[in-house]
C-alpha cells in the first residue's frame, strides 16, 4: 500500500511560479516509479510528468516541456512539480501517483495509487 498527499497549489497570475509537493507513505518510496497528472472540469485526467525510481529519468508532456520540472527526493519520501512561467490552461486539480508494478507511463491506469489532489488556478 502506498499513501500519497500532495501540498503547495493555490491561485498565481500568469507568468507566476507554485511548487507542488507529494508526500509519500507505506511502502519503500525509492521502489517505485511516480508521475503528475491533472484534470481540469469536463476534461479528462491528463499526463503532466513522469521520475523513475532513482529520479535521474524523467519525462514531460509537450504542453509542459521547459517549463515544468518533476523530482524527487528518495531521503524524504517526496516528489515535487516546479512550475514556472504558469498560464491560465494551466488551471486544474494536479495529482501524484505511483507505478509500482512497471517502470512508469504516460496513462492514469499505468499507476496504482493516487493522492487527493491539489487545486492550482493561474488567473490572466
Known amino acids: 500500500q502506498v499513501q500519497l498527499l500532495e501540498s503547495g497549489g493555490g491561485l498565481v497570475q500568469a507568468g507566476g511560479s507554485l511548487r507542488l509537493s507529494c508526500a509519500a507513505s507505506?511502502?519503500?518510496?525509492?521502489?517505485?516509479?511516480m508521475g503528475w497528472f491533472r484534470q481540469a472540469p469536463g476534461k479528462e485526467r491528463e499526463f503532466v510528468a513522469g521520475?523513475?525510481?532513482?529520479?535521474?529519468?524523467?519525462y514531460y508532456a509537450d504542453s509542459v516541456k521547459g517549463r515544468f520540472t518533476i523530482s524527487r527526493d528518495n531521503a524524504k519520501n517526496t516528489m515535487y512539480l516546479q512550475m514556472n512561467s504558469l498560464k491560465p490552461e494551466d488551471t486544474a486539480v494536479y495529482y501524484c501517483?505511483?507505478?509500482?508494478?512497471?517502470?512508469?507511463?504516460?496513462?492514469?491506469?499505468?499507476?496504482?495509487?493516487w493522492g487527493q489532489g491539489t487545486q492550482v488556478t493561474v488567473s490572466s
Open positions: 501517483a505511483a507505478n509500482v508494478r512497471t517502470r512508469g507511463g504516460y496513462y492514469p491506469r499505468d499507476y496504482d495509487y
Open positions: 507505506g511502502r519503500t518510496f525509492s521502489s517505485y516509479a
Open positions: 521520475i523513475n525510481l532513482s529520479g535521474d529519468s524523467t
